[in-house]
């Protein structure tokens, strides 16, 4: 799947004995997306606790499989009758913007709500609101020396979720609010007390693409306060108040016809001068991983376009999708280490052959140096990647950019074709004589 993830499964398979070996293990109700995911997430939590702080980053997307009508086991989702399964995903990350792997996750279809339903049939039932909670208990504490944040957008707003924080160990939380709570004893609400707050100082935030739009620059202000946030008036279950600190970043002249920035973040972490809040804006921001790994699962790896027959089955074949996608957003990574601005420096480990040597198979460095045109020896990491991501169509123009997951992994794919053919010549090699 790491080799061809936008091929379909009977592409991926070499014969038809492995297609049915596939079919076999993705439709045996014994195995679990849980073990397909085992070995892959126990090495995610060691590597963080290599880290005395990482991320954890949630969300939820839809899987739309509509348009295969044979499918049992679906779920409605969207607003125009598809059907579908809900995926809501943990993925670690380090503070530097690293993705270090999938942490949790959990595969739902998504229930009606039922006319006239009361409130207490509502909180007795599966809801979707669950998943930010659940995940944070499934997940629990990555080690005693590594704080764990999980940061969420708006639909993790939740006081249950700040509380299943608040329960496990070394455990912390990074919301972006979508209520405006009472606060200090219901004197106030949050936004009203954090719009008359001084404002702490600017910054410039980086917005992606989205919808269409360009990538841009937008110019915050910044203030900060701690808060009290009143527990739900209507939910016994909560009593206490909960202290938190609230960092408000508020876009005040953006361009025509754009939207805004407007973010009223929730955190654990203490706020207790501009660059503590600054730093809380930037860990949110990386909330955006998570939403560019969904499009490597949906478009790179095709992950909608599977032709399983069972609700069951597109979840076994998910939980391997993931672990693919990370490894294409991985490959992404070290190929924009390596080529990006900061790589000039002759210093920099981009820079020194001796990097490369240590860390890619000779193989691998004996091609991409022919295609680079130069020697084995003096090939930089910089150069290496630099030729995978033009082999993938980089043009490498300033106003280019960095090179995309999908440009670096075509060019991958291809330098590893040549590389396979090349062992498969050196482990059986030509008849000298055709006779």
Partial sequence: MA??????????????????????FLNNPKVTPEQIQQTHRQRVRRRCQASPLVLAIQDTTELDFTRHRTVEG??????GGGRGLLQHSTLAVTPAGDLVGVLHQIWRTRVPVPEGETRRQRLGRPRESD?????????????????????????GDLFEMMSACREQENTGFLIRAQHNRWVDEGKEKLWSF????AVAGYRDVLM?????????????????????LNPPCRDPRFTEPMMAWAVYAIEESPPAGVDPIEWMLVTSEAVETFEDACERVDWYCLRWLIEEWH?????GCRL???????????????????????????????????????????????????????????????????MAKREAETLTPRQFWLTIAKRGGFIGRKRD???????IWRGWYDVMMMVQGVELLDSAPLSKSCG
């Fill in 3 to 24: 080799d061809s993830p936008d091929r379909s499964l009977p592409k991926q398979c070499e014969d038809w004995g492995d297609l049915k070996a596939a079919y076999r």
């Fill in 74 to 79: 679906l779920g409605p989702i969207g607003n």
């Fill in 131 to 155: 998943f930010w909670p659940e995940s944070v208990r499934a997940v629990g504490s990555v080690g005693a020396d590594t704080r764990l944040v999980h940061v969420t957008d708006r639909g």
């Fill in 194 to 197: 954090m719009g008359k707050q």
């Fill in 208 to 228: 992606p693409a989205h919808n269409g739009k360009p990538e841009r620059i937008a110019r915050v202000s910044i203030r900060h306060a701690r808060v009290s």
């Fill in 295 to 299: 499009r490597v699962e949906k478009t």
């Fill in 304 to 370: 909608e376009a599977s032709q399983l027959k069972t609700a069951e089955g597109l979840e076994r074949w998910a939980a391997l999708v993931a672990i693919a996608a990370i490894r294409l957003l991985q490959l992404r990574d070290l190929a924009q280490t390596a080529v990006g601005d900061k790589a000039e420096d002759p210093t920099s480990p981009a820079n020194q052959p001796v990097a490369l040597q240590a860390l890619v198979p000779r193989t691998w460095v004996l091609i991409v140096a022919r």
């Fill in 401 to 407: 950019g960095q090179p995309g997951w999908m440009t």
